[in-house]
């Protein structure tokens, strides 16, 4: 995580800041508004043969209801206002889904059963951190997706402005948690950046264990989903579209703010060690005579 030197993460200033700016940054739009594009009958099957929009519509709609949860039971007025925002984006993005579900008519059950946490501030970091992890694949899909020209511009205009909340949502993340650890005493980074790894660990290990669950189709799709826009990606091709991504929407966000880091530092190792696997060469022809 990186900020300004000129803002202490901790301080009272640090939190005006990431609260007034999530405040301040809010989008007013209504789902029930929007005008949907008309697809053709090749689009539109293949639109239905994604295998997301359960998972997708459950995770929002679950999300919503958590977070505000979770801001409910926070003392200070201004951090539970920004989150309880938070909130009523997450639930707006369930509207939105709903919408395109019932357009469109996608496979999925609007009236699914949700199982919220009872512990709805540690269900909050967990669910931070894998905003993180999902939110950082998601920009480089969303790009694949747009670039592949399945579907048309429209569509992508309108789900433009859900890239930008979650680029938003991770951020304002990212900053709440380092400022409540500074306040109960982890100022050593080292210890906050344990803290970090084992919250990641936990997202990752979550996501694992819903990718190998055979009855939640939708699990993982994010992170594979790219390889139906674009059969011939290779990992170093995603993985920079992931970090040219996320760079372009987080730019769009104040640079005094903390940014999540970890998973745009794995990328750069993991494109280092990509960089230096042998290329694999045409074999020799053989010579005649």
């Known amino acids: 995580m990186q900020a300004s030197a000129a803002i202490a993460p901790g301080s009272p200033v640090h939190k005006e800041l990431f609260c007034r700016d999530f405040l301040d940054t809010h989008l007013p739009y209504n789902p029930a508004t929007f005008e ?3 697809l053709d009958d090749k689009t ?5 043969s994604i295998p997301f929009w359960q998972e997708a519509l459950v995770t929002e709609r679950r999300a919503g209801i958590m977070v505000k949860a979770c801001a409910d039971t926070l003392e200070d007025p201004l951090i539970r206002e920004a989150m309880t925002l938070q ?3 997450e639930a707006r993005h369930g509207r939105l ?3 395109l579900i019932r357009h469109y008519d996608l496979p999925a059950d609007l009236n699914p059963e949700l199982h919220i946490p009872e512990n709805s501030r540690a269900a909050f970091v967990d669910f931070g951190y894998g905003e993180c992890i999902d939110s950082f694949l998601a920009f480089g899909f969303f790009d694949i997706a747009h670039q592949s020209g399945y ?7 309108l789900f433009d402005p859900v890239l930008y909340e979650e680029a938003r949502h991770i951020t304002f993340f ?3 948690i380092t400022y409540e650890r500074m306040r109960q005493g982890l100022g050593f980074a080292p210890l906050r950046g344990l803290a970090t790894v084992a919250g990641y660990f936990r997202a990752a290990r979550h996501l694992i264990g819903a990718i190998g669950n ?3 189709s939708g699990a993982g799709f994010t992170a594979s989903g790219a390889l139906v826009f674009a059969p011939d990606l290779t990992a170093t091709s995603f993985l920079n579209t ?8 987080m730019a769009q966000l104040d640079a005094r703010l903390l940014r999540p880091q970890l998973l745009p530092t794995l990328a750069r190792l993991g494109l280092g060690v990509l960089n230096l696997w042998p290329k694999s060469r045409p074999a020799a022809t053989p010579s005649v005579g």
């Not at 992931?242 to 929407?249: A, G, I, K, P, V």
Request: charged residues 25%; proline residues 6%.
């Open 44 to 48: 539109l099957a293949f639109l239905r």
């Open 174 to 176: 990212i900053n709440w």
């Open 151 to 157: 579907f048309p511009e429209a569509l992508f205009t």
């Open 242 to 249: 992931c970090l040219e991504q996320n760079r372009q929407r």
């Open 214 to 216: 055979a009855s939640n």
């Open 97 to 99: 889904l709903e919408c």
């Open 87 to 89: 909130a009523e984006e």
């Open 36 to 38: 949907w594009p008309q």
